[in-house]
């Protein structure tokens, strides 16, 4: 099965001695999200939103040479213009020998975690305060593209598959970074890192992030998934629902107050199997359902071909909702598309190219969740991937190179696939659209 991925090619919390700054007056309990049956409710009231992936929030916010605070302040000022109330961001980064993976990233095999990604973090939670900006942080990553778990492998066993490798088609690399699963010493490295940063406390703020309301969910991955096919899973799938359902309850011990959900793709993330995810968000330590659709990867459309494929890729797309609609029915939880994205018209990376089907994509996407909103069912929200905003490719052929400045597209894409330029007005308007259809959908939202 071919994921957006695939296309292209041990520590402890961080020590200071310095006083942090008086905190914040304390949230009352009304201001986290809740989860309610199939909605969200935040402060009594019912909680839907619109949001945008931005995975680098946490880099521009460092104060590095890499990052870069005033860019994140407008950024998220034009996010909050258009409506944009959550943002899903990247929480970890593992560096090591994937040729493809960022860097800088929060942690090394050895030695402190990054005390600027950290603070970065940090700024960033801050400024989405100001905002009243919520956020999904995802704690690792199955793709190679910020190290994740097969970077945790490597760090336990010295091996490692590399995505793109040619001696290593697909699907070699998921197939052996699904082992994470079942390697203690790996998943014990990973519970490291979910102990530091679901247990740290904010040095802008002074808000421990267990107590902060701007975070709405912690998720467990980026698109975790037990195998990349299903010979290969069978084997893993014990020990893929034991680290589900057991890094849940680690990070429900430490924060009562938070949200918790997987990040799966969805069926494509279940290698097709609906028992799979059914079982995966079964658990009653994960409390809603995620999605993401991906119709170019999934060759149901053909980007060269837009005119001639659309519509039966856009069919696709419909019965793909249905089909996870269904099942977060039969859970009795929410559901949240939480990926998203569709090419330039002609399949072109430049802030150049129209974007007319891509527009149709989205709001394709935004009827589905109004129409849910509207009818009392479960798809309560959705995250776009993703907001390039002021980012542009530095080079003629869309590659990154260290230094360049980021983009929604990770540095493994193409810089401009799938990612909306703050220059994109007509998919800007659909986006604010359907905030403002939203925020008057069904009961209002909360603000």
């Known amino acids: 099965m071919v994921t957006r991925r695939s296309l292209l ?38 909680y839907r939103f ?52 960022v860097k800088p990233g929060f942690r090394q095999q050895r030695g402190p975690w990054n005390a600027a990604l950290l603070d970065g973090l940090d700024f960033c939670l801050a400024e989405m305060t100001k905002r009243q900006m919520k956020a999904v942080l995802y704690l690792t990553n199955f793709w190679e593209w910020s190290g994740g778990m ?7 066993t010295g091996n490692y598959v590399d995505m793109g490798d040619p001696a290593h088609p697909w ?12 390697n203690r010493q790996a998943v014990e490295l990973y519970h490291d890192w979910v102990r530091a940063l679901v247990g740290r406390t904010n040095a802008v703020t002074g808000t421990r992030y267990a107590e902060d309301p701007t975070i709405m969910a912690w998720q467990l991955a980026n698109e975790p998934r037990p195998a990349g096919s299903a010979e290969a899973a069978a084997p893993l799938l014990p020990a893929f629902y034991a680290w589900v359902q057991g890094t849940a309850k680690l990070i429900k011990m430490i924060d009562r107050n938070h949200l918790v959900c997987t990040g799966s ?13 059914l079982k995966e968000h079964g658990f009653p330590e994960i409390d809603y359902c995620t999605a993401h659709i991906w119709p170019l990867n999934w060759s149901w459309i053909d980007a060269r071909n837009l005119a001639g494929t659309n519509d039966k890729g856009l069919a696709l797309v419909r019965d793909y909702i249905d089909r996870h609609v269904a099942l977060a029915r039969q859970l009795g939880k929410p559901l949240v598309i939480e990926e998203f994205g569709y090419p330039r018209d002609g399949g072109g990376y430049d802030p150049e190219s129209a974007t007319s089907y891509k527009d149709a994509y989205y709001k394709l996407i935004y009827d589905a969740v109004e129409n849910s909103v509207r009818t009392g069912g479960p798809i309560q929200g959705s995250n776009f991937w993703a907001w390039n905003g002021e980012g542009r490719a530095a080079h003629g052929d869309h590659r990154y190179q260290h230094g360049d400045p980021f983009v929604g597209d990770p540095p493994h894409e193409p810089q401009g696939w799938y990612g909306v330029f703050d220059s994109d007005a007509s998919t800007r308007a659909v986006i604010a659209a359907h905030a403002k259809a939203l925020a008057t959908a069904g009961q209002p939202i909360a603000a």
Not at 19 to 41: D, E, I, K, Q, Y
Not at 150 to 156: I, R, S
């Open 50 to 101: 619109v949001g945008a992936n931005i995975w680098y929030g946490a880099w521009l916010g460092a104060s590095a040479d890499f990052g870069d605070r005033e860019r994140l302040k407008r950024e998220l000022d034009t996010l909050a213009a258009m409506g944009v109330t959550n943002l899903r961001i990247l929480a970890s980064a593992e560096e090591g020998p994937l040729k493809n993976s």
């Open 171 to 182: 699907p070699a690399f998921p197939n052996a970074t699904a082992q994470f699963y079942a």
């Open 265 to 277: 793709e969805g069926l494509k993330g279940a290698v097709e199997s609906a028992d799979i995810y």
């Open 150 to 156: 097969a970077t945790y492998l490597f760090y336990a």
């Open 9 to 46: 090619g041990a520590g402890g919390a961080l020590a200071s001695s310095l006083a942090l700054p008086a905190p914040l007056l304390a949230a009352p309990a009304g201001t986290f999200v809740r989860r309610s049956g199939t909605g969200f409710t935040l402060g009594g009231a019912p």
